[in-house]
């Protein structure tokens, strides 16, 4: 084998190699403050007026959550009942912003919902339903 396509080679795998450490690692990076995907119950829902029964507020259905696409949110919602919050596992976010970019996280989630259905946003996160309860999804810090 020729000294130049020896030399082409190692280059490639290489870059082949910085590449996959740099999708894989940032996930594993621990550092700074751990965030939560919290669900709050809210209320139930009126499936007659398609709001929350205490209100005229709107909600995102989560009966058919794909749990690929919405681990936080799934994880969430297995940890919650109709009167008792639910929480994901945690996330923590890098101290320079460069885990966030390769890797899913709650801030995704809660921002996949706002887009889903504006008239469902609140102040400080989104309504969303599941098997008649509507909860109040958020993005926190604190563990419950």
């Known amino acids: 084998m020729r000294t130049r396509t020896r030399n082409a080679i190692l280059a490639i795998l290489a870059v082949l190699v910085f590449l996959i450490a740099l999708g ?6 621990k550092s700074g403050d751990p965030y939560y995907l919290t669900l709050s119950p809210e209320g139930d829902w009126d499936a007659d007026n ?23 949110t799934a994880a969430a919602l297995d940890n919650a009942s109709a009167n008792e919050t639910g929480q994901s596992h945690p996330y923590w976010k890098g ?20 887009q889903r259905n504006g ?3 609140a102040e400080n996160g989104v309504y969303v339903r599941h098997d008649g309860t509507v909860y109040l999804l958020t993005v926190t810090q604190e563990q419950t």
């Open 24 to 29: 894989a690692l940032p996930g594993l990076l």
């Open 50 to 72: 398609g709001t929350l029964a205490e209100g005229n507020q709107t909600a995102i259905d989560l009966n058919n959550l794909s749990e690929d696409r919405f681990p936080y």
């Open 119 to 121: 008239d469902a946003a």
């Open 95 to 114: 101290y320079v912003g460069l885990k966030e970019v390769f890797t899913h996280s709650p801030f995704d989630e809660r921002d996949a919902f706002e």
